[in-house]
């Protein structure tokens, strides 16, 4: 959000870069895309739930020649809500107004009524709330002959409360040449009322020094004195505006002491600036206010550069604030794309090391937790095998994530875990896991199955193993969403192509990270126990869960081909499992069981093999009690969340899948919890769950507007508030706090 770069301390500054150049570059870009695209129907007032935008006139002698016309956008805000002066501090946007007049008419400067002050935390942002009229006059030339004068404006806003929202909208109104239009004439004279009046500067002057701006006015209002006052200045970025400073009076002489930053761009030798008795806040503009041009006594110290090597376009934005245009937008949006690459990149190394406590991930891990052991005394070994286990990680994220961007080029609404939306990947995923579990629990060993070659070849190469096991734990790690992944997963999905790319890896690099820092770490390996008669009981204890992850894969697939895709797939299973511990025997049993296998299994591929594949008609959704009467998830849809927030009924979304292992997790325990049932009852919220189990379009869009990719997310609509965005992994906590605020 912040536009000032200036004046930051070097770690403020690389924090607050990236919101102000989103918030450059939305207003822009929405600006831009307003005079260059087709014209939208055109209206005097655009109305939001954070604000109602109203253009308005003034001619009370008419619109002839030489007469005094006004025209103005008036800006009325939701209670907690503003938006800004032509400086809006630490952060924000100035209002931005581009008219279309007809020849012979021209717009003047905005006539900015004198701002207030709005505190967050250590910062501050200058700007207007309640109701403000931000007035322009219109000079009318000698040379207009025209009935009327036609007036269309393209506004874009920034309105923010904790967080902002770029707003915009296309006005047109028609002013009369002859007669008066003075309706609105209470509305512009408070305005005028409330601009600064200007006042020459006398013996006022500003001095620099290295660490502050000490400004001494005088032949302020003698009502003034005594009382405490504001200190606006035009330019951006001179001072701190959230900064402690100092101020007295010295007789009629007013005095202050404001921090002076250390990173603005500007050296003036006159500063613009605005003083007004301090207002609360509610009242539309400040207290009417004076403006002076002071001069400056002495050097400026000189300006540290801005940290984080930011780009020359980029500080030339920042620095002109006011006075943007096309081609300096285009710097912010490169920066953005920057740093939303860092912390897309964060996010997903984070989100990788919290990936290995998923319980989707457990038995995987279990198994490379076993190769670990069995490699403890050899070094060499050891650390072969925690290299390949992160590649075959790594390669695989990469591997998926550029499948997944290759999809939605091509035009699929795809996100994360799309390939589980998939019937046929689904039984492909509760074959391999059930060879698997067959594998550990000593159905069938590889070696009496598959070629000697084959087993040879596996002997010869044990980090092929480890490399595959990351395969593997890519596979089932997959569907799961971590904290901190579902934001940068939808980061990435913006980004270009290989900064996505990038991301996809350093998830799987999070992922694999703590087993190749055991695999080079001596003081891990000497914690891990000794090969022995264990490793055989801990193997067969592993196919057990190995099980389990195929009895969730059954259910997923029931979900999206019904009972009796499911019943077919568990039925091919068990000729599967026939068929390897068939190929496990020896002599003619082995020839005669393991064709009979085989017939057999092709013959119930043929008969019902089609309804493991075989979509529902209809996809899985209908209403779920709970434990409290009334109390219901309905499906989601866009038009039934949309219908229940024009109620003013508050909407908990609940975005899952069938396959998310942290969406049942969730589920059944904090959404079933009883006190937050008990409060979701009392603040009347409805219950939506969109459920993403299959492929659709339309969840699909909401997950990409919240900036998400991937399930679980969990969000609360409320007209007029902000959505609320819960964590991925939910707390009874969390949640009834979140209800708290609405």
């Not at 930051?8 to 600006?31: E, M």
Request: glycine fraction near 10%.
């Amino acid at each position: 959000m912040p536009l000032s770069l200036s004046a930051l301390s070097p770690r403020r500054a690389l924090v607050r870069l990236c919101g102000a150049v989103l918030c450059v570059g939305l207003p822009v870009a929405a600006l831009a895309q307003g005079l260059l695209s087709g014209t939208p129907t055109a209206q005097t007032v655009v109305q939001s739930d954070q604000a109602r935008a109203e253009l308005l006139a003034h001619a009370p002698e008419g619109a002839a020649p030489g007469q005094p016309v006004w025209v103005g956008l008036q800006i009325t805000h939701a209670p907690e809500w503003h938006t800004y002066w032509k400086n809006s501090g630490d952060s924000g946007l100035p209002t931005e107004l581009q008219w279309t007049l007809p020849p012979g008419v021209t717009a003047g400067p905005i006539a900015w009524p004198t701002p207030r002050k709005f505190p967050i935390g250590n910062l501050a942002n200058y700007g207007y709330d309640g109701t403000v009229l931000l007035p322009v006059p219109l000079t009318v030339g000698p040379g207009f002959t025209g009935e009327s004068i036609d007036v269309k404006l393209y506004a874009a806003w920034l309105v923010c409360r904790k967080e902002c929202i770029p707003e915009e909208g296309q006005f047109a109104l028609r002013i009369p040449a002859r007669g008066s239009t003075a309706l609105n004439g209470a509305a512009f004279d408070a305005s005028f009322k409330a601009a600064p009046v200007d006042q020459p500067a006398r013996d006022s002057q500003v001095t620099p020094d290295a660490k502050a701006l000490a400004v001494s006015l005088a032949g302020l209002p003698a009502a003034w004195q005594g009382q405490p006052l504001e200190f606006f200045p035009e330019a951006p970025g001179l001072i701190e505006p959230g900064a402690a400073w100092s101020q007295a009076w010295e007789g009629e002489r007013w005095t202050a002491r404001v921090p002076l930053s250390a990173f603005r761009s500007d050296s003036p030798a006159r500063m613009d600036l605005v003083v007004a008795p301090a207002a609360p806040a509610g009242h539309g503009p400040g207290s009417p206010g004076v403006r002076l041009e002071v001069p400056v006594q002495g050097a400026w110290p000189a300006a540290a550069p801005l940290p984080g090597a930011v780009p020359a376009a980029l500080q030339a934005a920042l620095d002109a604030n006011a006075a943007r245009a096309g081609d300096a937008a285009a710097a912010p949006l490169t920066s953005a794309t920057a740093l939303s690459l860092g912390a897309a990149l964060l996010g997903a190394l984070l989100g990788g090391l919290i990936l290995n406590l998923m319980p989707c991930v457990f038995p995987v891990l279990a198994i490379k937790v076993t190769a670990f052991a069995r490699h403890a005394d050899d070094r060499a070994a050891l650390r072969a095998n925690g290299i390949a286990y992160t590649a075959g990680v790594v390669l695989s994220f990469t591997a998926l994530g550029a499948l997944l961007l290759a999809l939605r080029s091509a035009g699929e609404q795809l996100g994360w875990g799309f390939q589980l939306q998939s019937p046929a990947v689904v039984a492909a995923l509760a074959l391999l896991f059930t060879l698997i579990g067959l594998n550990l629990a000593g159905l069938f060993e590889i070696g009496r199955v598959l070629p000697s070659r084959v087993t040879n070849l596996q002997a010869k190469n044990p980090t092929a193993d480890a490399f595959l096991t990351g395969v593997l734990a890519t596979a089932i790690a997959s569907p799961c969403t971590a904290p901190f992944m579902g934001a940068s997963l939808g980061l990435a999905i913006g980004l270009p192509a290989g900064q996505a790319l990038a991301v996809f890896a350093t998830l799987g690099m999070g992922m694999a990270l703590p087993y190749l820092a055991a695999s080079w770490v001596p003081a891990v390996a000497r914690a891990l126990p000794r090969p022995g008669a264990w490793m055989d009981t801990f193997r067969r204890f592993m196919a057990f869960p190995m099980f389990a992850t195929v009895v969730w894969l059954l259910w997923v697939l029931g979900q999206q081909s019904g009972i009796d895709g499911a019943a077919a797939l568990l039925m091919l299973l068990v000729v599967v499992a026939l068929l390897v511990w068939a190929l496990g025997l020896r002599g003619r049993s082995r020839a005669v069981l393991a064709s009979l296998s085989l017939a057999g299994l092709a013959w119930l591929g043929w008969a019902i093999g089609p309804s493991v594949t075989r979509l529902q008609e209809t996809a899985p959704g209908e209403t779920v009690a709970t434990a409290v009467s009334g109390l219901n998830w309905q499906p989601w849809s866009p038009q039934a969340q949309a219908a229940l927030i024009a109620q003013d009924r508050a909407v908990f979304v609940d975005f899952t899948a069938a396959w998310c292992v942290t969406c049942q997790y969730n589920k059944r325990t904090t959404l079933a919890d009883a006190t937050v049932l008990g409060d979701l009852a009392s603040k009347n919220v409805a219950l939506l769950r969109a459920d993403w189990t299959r492929r659709d379009p339309a969840v699909t869009a909401a997950l990409a507007e919240l900036g998400r990719n991937g399930v679980p997310v969990y969000a609360i609509y409320r007209k007029g508030q902000p959505i609320q965005l819960l964590s991925e992994v939910l707390s009874v906590e969390e949640v009834r706090e979140a209800l708290a605020r609405l």
